[in-house]
């Protein structure tokens, strides 16, 4: 079987497979090495693909296609040379990746407060979500990437840009998974909240936030990879630093292998992203899947 | 504090043929510190009415009142205890979280909420449960917690929808003398809805007989067994059997017009 | 009874849009941005039939539609054989989905330039870099539509003497189907902003370029109005496949 993490495809809002609930049974300690080991035997078919990445870039030698091996110097000498009380990272890290991760912070942090405010406003008031609704949905399905020369128009060559595509690429998902999640909170759930007196804050607090949580935390994973390509296409298109403007400045100065190091630091942030909200994700939810309510 | 229903209805506008009616007219006075018990068959309205005398549905006609107020939503001083426990209790919360939120509602002090959490899971029989989650318990733990948060507020009246339909009979028995036990301690009116006619009979001071199409309430007896019951003691006696099958009688009876 | 429902949702919408143009009028109206780089809603939606009726704008639109489609039907051929083949080597499947969790949380608009470096800036490039980022989702639902087939199905058809490729076929297809539906639903979205990414970029056609150009030449107005004619064509795009996939998938509903 695969692994659960991988069910949720990239740019699912809420019809992605959900990973079925694990078996309850408690592994004895033969079982739960090989079950640690598992993930790490599974690596094999990927190790196998870089290698053929490796012999084919050295059977066919091009500037435009460098091996791996030599991407992996470059990349040492271009993010690792740091001090080692720096952890290794070189201010070339710092002034590159603090700026795209800047913005990805503050876009993500707009988008999750309006996206799940609107997203309970519209849940929980029909006149509201008859009006807004629909143009939700508009926005959910164009391609967001289409407003860049607006932004350019009207932010220019600032952050400002690179937020507000950020914010507006991920806003209406956000939105429209915790309308989902806030529309479909169980009526068992409210009337023993309603039988208790909870008043308005505290019900919203206590019980439809975290009760719509799972939903929640799944556009919010599924924006998060948004995002990414937002920053990376956004910095492509207008800024003056960022991992995104480091790609294009060397291939602009045909620094292929620098490009390629800097593309590489692009692929390994997507990859820890992907693990951290993973991670955080079961960690919050795992009474969703004790209950076995994510089976509904 | 007495519950007195007036004169209450529920219909729903529903089909073609005009509205249901989900409840008929029904009175009833229900006095302090009484347990009453409510049995008829599925469709009888024992559940709506129950849920009019909590404020969470709101009769067509008619009136609740608790003592002298009139019942326009969830009253101060009521709890409910649901069927379904395992979508009552907050699965995200902790044991000590799912009973304080109840203190929290009712704007108690947190001071005064720590002693509530332990007095409640003391009368309930849990120890050392504050940190697990539901979704760690069995069933009839489960309906003990629920059983905790509704009594941390100490409220005057107790009402209980089904609350047992769903454990098995051994833990049936021991969350029946439960209520009994925490009913005594904490001096409360129970209104105690159940399709079990022994249940009925084993628990009540009276037992509501209602039938169904419409719902209707059909025969209001006293249970003049004494007390304390006992499971085994009191289901022996020759007046246990014999309230049980006039109740039997009447709930199986064809169903008959209403007046 | 229902028409009245339509007729009060469609009412609801339609305020909902004016309220926001309103309140885009009003951003004009405080003058906090210059009439050249934020033009009001009026001369925008005034554009709207000119641009409809530009050659330019439709041949852009038209390219670029193009190019999703070859890129998603490429995408899908692909994702679904790779997917299929995982699934019938033992021992196949897990190792896959670790790889392609790794590469599908590559973003794809990072490979852009690498694309334009290898394939230049025609259609060849543009589809490439669609096809990595969508193949993924597709693989990946293949994978899990297979994973959840009835083992009796699969004992039925061996006990009628299926060949291996006529149990893939009659079998192991229809039941995947639905999930495959959803890989292609999501990966339909993602082409389209990949695609129109690639043109923001310096590829040579499409409607991205188009919008790009008019950005330079300074008209503000083409360029929101165009923006908004891509979302339309966006929700469209959105509506064909999930008409598609209910017309296809008719038993979705009985598993």
Not at chain 1, 65 to 93: H, M, V
Not at chain 2, 148 to 170: C, S, Y
Request: glycine share 8%.
């Amino acid at each position: 079987m695969t692994s659960p993490t991988t069910r949720t495809a990239p740019d699912a809002p809420a019809t992605a497979p959900e990973p079925p609930p694990p078996t309850p049974s408690r592994p004895h300690l033969g079982q739960r090495a090989t079950s640690l080991l598992r993930p790490l035997l599974n690596l094999w078919l990927l190790a196998a693909l870089l290698v053929g990445w490796e012999i084919y870039a050295r059977a066919n030698p091009t500037i435009f296609f460098p091996p791996l091996s030599s991407i992996l110097r470059q990349f040492w000498a271009d993010w690792l040379s740091g001090p080692p009380t720096r952890a290794f990272l070189s201010d070339q890290f710092f002034t590159a990746v603090v700026p795209s991760m800047s913005r990805l912070t503050q876009a993500m942090i707009l988008a999750l407060v309006v996206g799940v405010a609107g997203g309970m406003l519209v849940a929980r008031n029909p006149v509201i979500r008859g009006m807004y609704s629909p143009m939700i949905r508009f926005w959910l399905a164009t391609p967001k990437v289409v407003l860049l020369p607006v932004a350019l128009q009207v932010f220019g060559v600032s952050d400002a840009l690179n937020i507000f595509v950020i914010f507006f690429g991920t806003v209406w998902l956000i939105m429209i998974n915790t309308a989902d999640g806030v529309a479909g909170v169980n009526a068992a759930w409210l009337r023993s909240a309603s039988s208790m007196r909870l008043s308005r804050w505290q019900l919203y607090r206590h019980v439809i936030l975290p009760a719509a949580a799972p939903q929640i935390m799944a556009g919010i994973r599924v924006s998060i990879g948004v995002g990414l390509i937002m920053v990376i296409v956004s910095e492509f298109y207008a800024t003056t630093a960022g991992v995104g403007y480091e790609v294009m400045r060397f291939q602009e100065t045909f620094g292929y292998l620098q490009m390629w190091s800097a593309f590489l630091l692009i692929a390994i942030i997507g990859l820890i992203l992907n693990l951290v909200t993973a991670g955080l994700e079961r960690r919050a939810l795992r009474w969703q899947r004790r209950t076995g309510l994510g089976a509904l | 504090m007495t519950l007195t229903i007036d004169n209450i209805t529920k219909s729903y506008p529903s089909t073609k043929a005009g509205p249901r009616l989900a409840l008929a007219p029904t009175s009833l006075t229900i006095g302090r510190n009484e347990f009453v018990c409510v049995v008829g068959p599925s469709g009888c309205g024992k559940s709506t009415m129950l849920m009019m005398m909590a404020g969470l549905l709101s009769p067509t006609d008619g009136q609740v009142r608790l003592g002298d107020t009139p019942v326009t939503g969830p009253p101060a001083g009521l709890s409910v205890v649901f069927q379904d426990y395992g979508r009552s209790l907050f699965p995200w919360m902790n044991i000590r979280r799912n009973l304080a939120i109840a203190g929290q509602a009712a704007g108690l002090p947190r001071a005064e909420i720590a002693v509530r959490v332990a007095e409640a899971l003391t009368a309930v029989g849990l120890h050392k449960v504050e940190h697990l989650y539901p979704w760690q318990m069995s069933g009839g733990m489960q309906q003990r917690v629920a059983i905790a948060r509704a009594l941390v507020v100490r409220p005057d009246v107790m009402l209980m929808d089904e609350p047992f339909a769903a454990v098995d009979a051994q833990t049936r028995a021991d969350l029946e003398d439960l209520v009994l036990k925490v009913r005594h301690d904490y001096q409360m009116t129970v209104v105690f809805v159940t399709h079990d006619i022994d249940e009925a009979v084993y628990l009540g001071d009276r037992v509501l007989v209602m039938q169904a199409n419409p719902g209707r309430l059909l025969r209001d007896l006293p249970i003049d067994l004494p007390r304390p019951r006992d499971q085994v003691g009191t289901k022996l006696e020759p007046r246990f059997a014999q309230l049980r099958s006039e109740i039997f009688r009447l709930v199986m009876r064809p169903v008959e017009p209403a007046a | 009874m229902e028409i009245g429902r339509r007729t009060r949702s469609a009412a609801l919408g339609i305020l909902g849009v004016i309220t926001v143009l309103l309140a885009w009028q009003l951003i004009r109206a405080t003058d906090t941005l210059p009439e050249n780089s934020l033009p009001g809603p009026l001369p925008v939606l005034g554009n709207l039939p000119d641009l409809i009726a530009s050659a330019e704008f439709r041949a852009g639109l038209v390219d670029t539609i193009r190019t999703w489609a070859i890129a998603l039907g490429l995408a899908t051929l692909v994702g679904v054989v790779i997917g299929a083949l995982s699934k019938a080597v033992p021992g196949l499947a897990s190792p896959t989905a670790v790889a392609v969790d790794a590469f599908r949380s590559v973003p794809s608009t990072a490979l852009i330039p690498i694309a334009i470096l290898l394939w230049g800036l025609g259609t060849e490039m543009k589809v490439a870099v669609a096809i990595y980022a969508i193949v993924w989702p597709i693989l990946i639902n293949t994978i899990y539509g297979l994973s959840g087939i009835e083992p009796t199905r699969i004992d039925a058809a061996r006990s009628m003497r299926f060949s291996w490729l006529r149990t893939q076929m009659y079998v192991a297809l229809p039941t995947a189907l639905p999930s495959i539906f959803t890989g292609i639903r999501i990966a339909s979205g993602a082409a389209l902003v990949v695609v129109i990414s690639t043109e923001l970029l310096g590829a040579l056609s499409g409607v991205g370029t188009v919008l790009v150009a008019y950005q330079r030449a300074g008209h503000a107005d083409y360029v929101i109005a165009g923006t908004l004619l891509v979302g339309v064509v966006g929700v469209f795009v959105y509506g064909a496949i999930t008409w598609l996939e209910n017309r296809i998938v008719r038993w979705k509903s009985v598993d």
